[in-house]
C-alpha cells in the first residue's frame, strides 16, 4: 500500500493503520451527537471520498506542472 501523507504529518503505510484510523473516526461519531451507524458512515464516506479527490488532484497538478520540483538529492552543485 502507498505512503497516504495526513495533514497533521502523518502517514498511513499499512492496511492495518488504515483501519485504525476509520476506527477512531467512528468511535469519534458515535460519541458525539450521532444517533446510530446509518447516520456517521455516509458522513464517513463522504470525507474519504473528498480525502481521496484532493489527493488524486494534488498528484495530477503535480505531474502536469512544467518544472517538477527538485530537491536536494536532485540538485546539483553548479
Known amino acids: ?3 497516504k501523507k495526513l495533514a497533521n504529518g502523518k502517514a498511513h503505510t ?3 493503520s488504515v483501519n485504525s484510523a476509520i476506527k477512531s473516526i467512528c ?3 458515535r460519541r458525539s ?3 446510530g451507524a446509518m447516520q456517521y458512515v455516509p458522513e464517513l464516506t463522504w ?3 473528498l480525502r481521496i479527490l484532493d489527493e ?3 498528484n495530477e497538478a503535480n505531474e502536469s506542472s512544467p518544472v ?3 530537491n536536494a538529492a536532485t540538485a546539483c552543485d553548479c
Open 14 to 16: 499499512s492496511q492495518a
Open 56 to 58: 488524486r488532484e494534488t
Open 68 to 70: 517538477p520540483a527538485l
Open 27 to 29: 468511535d469519534i461519531m
Open 33 to 35: 451527537n450521532c444517533s
Open 1 to 3: 500500500m502507498a505512503k
Open 47 to 49: 470525507i474519504l471520498f
